[in-house]
Each structure stands twice: as structure tokens, then as C-alpha cells.
């Protein structure tokens, strides 16, 4: 039987959102931003009209400004774009019950039937579009094909509101001649090394030397080889119903750019406290810890280490995190914002193995510890017990759990945790 | 263009619940105090208000005579009123 996945991409999603619930800025450029105060204040998403000028998701407000004077801009509104990501979910469930979410506007949807032929795909495609259309008042742009990465690339050739059919008996004059850099995973990085051997698109990659590439990029090569010849047969995880935690992490844009080794200490301390008070509340813990990093050039890296022990002790945690820092970043540009999270996760009620060689007893002072700060501040609020490095540092954002930090940690970890 | 511009306007309804949990407007209070009896309802379903901005269930009521939405948002009741209403009052 041969698979039919859709892939659903909700049209500039926060900007139509917010269009749909203010009729009279329909028809004018529109930019949803972040606060400029707090310096967020880059464009998360624009409307078709201001697509038109060439603005740009990532820019600051005053350089889209520049593109279009009379740009609006609108404050986000993330429990509304929540609301209407599980809408539209709500819908492609009423047609499968494998529907893997991608970020909150994007989603897998695997229709594969007995006897369900690719065209009957285009016809359930587009039947979604015109419900999403009617029922929520936003457009969805649906790519059909027989693989996931295919059907990924189909819903960015037609944007908005429209169905693409990528077909074993089409791709080839469809998806080979794209740039390289459409292909999921293809980053920055992998791009450039492809350029340097003359693999411009999709399809120079799909007819490369398979050894060659194996050799030049180790596995990844061959998987992503795969992916341009089609062969990607990973399935729709139904991620939708069991939420399996298998990160928790959070990551900030502080109103600073964070300069030196002290910045980033404390930023850890506030991340990584933030993170194991949220294990300890899902009665977890981890054993990886990763960092993310982005400068102010908007370029970022990631990198992970392992602990000795699992761990929910927030010191801990953010120890890991800055001797990781310490290890890979060198000090060359400011950073823009910085994300701790941990993954490799795991009961926190088990059996766990001590060691006589470590004093354990300290470990399990300083969890009991943990948990009654977790007391203090649920009783008390956030700032009635706090650590002594922070007294000062309070610009480095509250990380309570306000929906914008809840927000910012889904796009971190590609909706994985919650 | 002008004379269908439509302003979100949430107001209070009476509702009638159903043993299977549905629910069925029987009348909705204007602000000025006055309730209108909702007659029939002719459709039911979920539907986006491009007029007023907002989506929700949609109601096809007919109230006097006349035909008109009400839409269940969330946990708000909302019609889509004539812009123009604002001037008569």
C-alpha cells in the first residue's frame, strides 16, 4: 500500500490570526512583533500584503519599517494562536488519527487507505483547506505526497490556500530543481558544503556519488540523499494523544546581549532553575544537557554533554550548562539569547543506583532542599527565595510561567515538551 | 464595502441546554435592555465571522423574521452588528 501524507502549513499563521479578529487592518501591511521594550521586538510574522514589500520574518521593526511606512504592528497573542493550532488539529483528526504536529501551525497527516490513491489524497486535502478555511477563517497551504519530507516541500510551493500533489510520477520536475536548502535539515552549514562541491539542488544531491557523500558527510549524508531520492519512510508519530515528555527545556532573549562568562552564568542559574522546578513537577529527570546559542547576527549552534547521574537539582543542571559554554563558545560575539534544556529523561520515583564512592546524602540534602524552595515560592511567590548570585539581575526576564515563556520554549524543542 | 461592515458585539443570551449537551439559544438582550426571542434555528456548525472577527459555533437564527448569526466563541456569545448602528445611538 502506498503511503498518502499530507503536510498542513497554516499561512503566516500569527499575522492571519490576528487579521481574522481586526477586519479593518485586513487589506494593510501587518507585522506581528514582539515587545521593542523588552527587546523582542522582531517581526514574527507578516501578511500576505507586507510579504509583498519584502519584509522579512527575524527583522527588527524599524528595518521593516523602512519597507513600508505604513506597516502595522501588532502585539502577539499567544493563547489565541494556541486556541486555533488546536482547532485546526481538531479538524485533520476528524480525518486520521496519525496527525504529528510540527511547531504549533504546522502538522503531518497520514491518510494512507487500502485502495486511497494519491489523487484521492488531493481531493481530502482539499477538503481540509476549505474547511480550515470556513470554520477557523484562516488559509492552510496542504502538500500531498508519499513521503513526509515530500509532502514538507509541497506545502511551501504553493502558498496561500492551495494543494500541491507531489507524485512518484512528478517529483522529479518538481522538487529536484529546488535549491538544496529547501530540504529538511539542510541547514546553513550543510549548505555551504554542498555548494562547495557543485550540489546546487535537490536533484545534483539525489544524483550525487552516494559513497562520495558518505564519505564527505557520514550518515546524515546518506539520510538526506534519501530524502531527495524520495526514500524516506519514517512514519507520522501520533504524538498528538500520548504526551511522551522527552525534553524540557527554556531559552531567553534577554533585554541585554549577554557579553561575558558572568552574563551567561547567571542567565544558567535562571534557566536551569526554571527547568528542574518543570522535571520535578512532571517527576522527572535528565541526564543531557544541552545549550543553545544564538548571537547577535542571529546565528546559532547547539551543544549537549551528559551528566554522571540523572538529575532534577537545578545547580547541577547549570553547571553542566556553563562548563559547556566554557567549551564552546569563545567569546567573538555577543549573545543574542541562550536556551538550556534536558533531555534523556526518566522517572523520578525509581530506584536509582548510589555510588560509595560519591557522598549521596549531600545529593539527596540538596533535592529536599529544591523541593522546598519549589514550597516557598508556590506559597510565597517567585522572588521570596531566590539565589544570591540573581539579587541584581532581575532584567534577565521573569521566567515564571507566563504563556510568552511557555511559547518560546515549544519553538525551542520543536513542540516536544508539553 | 460600507454598508456591510460588521462590528463584534458580545451579548447576553439565554440558553437552553439540552439533555445530550447541546445547547440552543432562546433569546438574546440588546444593551439598550431589549430581548428578542430567537424563532427557529436553521443550521448549526462551526464557522469562522469574517465580518466581526472571531470563529466558534455558529448559530442561523431567525429572530423577527429576519435571519441572522450568532456565534458561540469559546465561552462568549457575539453577533456580528451593523457598523452603522454606532451613529443612532
Known amino acids: ?418 | 464595502m460600507t454598508e456591510d461592515k460588521r462590528i463584534k458585539e458580545y451579548v447576553n443570551v439565554t440558553v437552553k441546554f439540552k439533555k445530550d449537551g447541546s445547547m440552543i439559544p432562546v433569546s438574546i438582550e440588546w444593551e439598550n435592555g431589549k430581548v428578542y426571542t430567537v424563532d427557529r434555528i436553521l443550521d448549526v456548525r462551526n464557522a469562522a465571522s469574517l465580518k466581526a472577527g472571531g470563529c466558534g459555533m455558529r448559530y442561523l437564527c431567525k429572530i423577527m423574521g429576519t435571519q441572522t448569526y450568532i456565534f458561540f466563541e469559546e465561552d462568549k456569545w457575539f453577533v456580528e452588528r451593523k457598523a452603522q448602528c454606532v451613529e443612532d445611538f
Open chain 1, 1 to 418: 500500500m502506498e503511503s498518502i501524507i499530507l503536510h498542513a502549513d497554516l499561512n503566516s499563521f500569527y499575522a492571519s490570526v490576528e487579521c481574522l479578529y481586526n477586519p479593518a487592518i485586513r487589506n494593510l501591511p501587518v507585522a506581528v512583533c514582539g515587545s521593542v521594550e523588552n527587546r523582542h521586538g522582531i517581526v514574527l510574522a507578516k501578511n500576505q500584503p507586507a510579504k509583498m514589500v519584502g519584509i522579512k520574518t527575524g527583522e527588527a521593526i524599524w528595518q521593516a519599517k523602512l519597507k513600508a511606512a505604513n506597516l502595522l504592528v501588532v502585539p502577539p497573542h499567544y493563547d489565541r494562536y494556541l486556541r486555533f493550532g488546536n482547532l485546526a488539529r481538531k479538524i485533520y483528526g476528524t480525518y486520521s488519527q496519525r496527525v504529528e504536529p510540527f511547531g504549533m501551525d504546522e502538522a503531518w497527516i497520514d491518510i494512507s487507505f487500502p485502495g486511497r490513491s494519491i489523487s484521492d489524497g488531493y481531493e481530502i486535502a482539499n477538503q481540509i483547506r476549505e474547511r480550515i478555511k470556513f470554520e477557523l477563517g484562516i488559509t492552510v497551504s496542504i502538500g500531498v505526497s508519499f513521503n513526509k519530507i515530500f509532502a514538507k516541500l509541497g506545502s511551501d510551493m504553493k502558498k496561500p490556500d492551495a494543494v500541491t500533489v507531489i507524485s512518484r510520477e512528478n517529483y522529479k520536475e518538481k522538487v529536484w530543481p529546488l535549491d538544496v536548502g529547501e530540504l529538511l535539515y539542510v541547514g546553513r552549514a550543510t549548505k555551504r558544503k554542498l555548494r562547495n562541491w557543485n550540489i546546487n539542488t535537490i536533484g545534483d544531491l539525489a544524483q550525487a556519488d552516494a559513497l562520495f557523500i558518505r564519505n564527505k558527510l557520514g550518515k546524515c549524508g546518506t539520510i538526506l540523499k534519501d530524502y531527495a531520492l524520495g526514500n524516506d519512510y519514517s512514519q507520522v508519530e501520533n504524538t498528538e494523544h500520548e504526551t511522551i515528555i522527552k525534553s524540557i527545556g527554556n531559552s531567553t532573549t534577554p533585554p541585554k546581549d549577554l557579553c561575558s562568562l558572568e552574563d551567561i552564568r547567571i542567565t544558567s542559574f535562571v534557566l536551569s532553575e526554571s527547568v528542574a522546578r518543570r522535571l520535578r513537577e512532571h517527576g522527572l529527570k535528565g541526564k543531557t544537557v544541552q545549550i543553545y546559542m544564538r548571537d547577535c547576527d542571529l546565528e546559532g549552534f547547539e551543544r549537549q554533554g551528559q551528566l554522571k547521574d540523572y538529575t532534577n537539582i537545578s545547580t547541577e543542571i547549570a553547571h553542566k550548562a556553563i562548563s559547556l559554554v566554557e567549551a564552546n563558545w569563545f567569546f567573538n560575539k555577543p549573545i543574542r539569547s541562550f536556551g538550556v534544556r534536558v533531555s534523556d529523561l526518566t522517572s523520578s520515583k525509581g530506584p536509582i543506583q548510589i555510588s560509595i564512592f560519591k557522598e549521596e546524602n549531600k545529593r539527596f540534602k540538596v533535592m529536599d532542599l529544591e523541593y522546598s524552595i519549589d514550597t516557598i515560592r508556590k506559597r510565597y511567590g517567585p522572588y521570596a527565595i531566590q539565589r544570591a548570585a540573581l539579587m541584581q539581575t532581575r532584567q534577565f526576564g521573569d521566567l515564571s510561567d507566563n504563556t510568552e515563556a511557555l511559547m518560546r520554549e515549544v519553538s525551542f524543542n520543536t513542540g516536544e515538551a508539553r
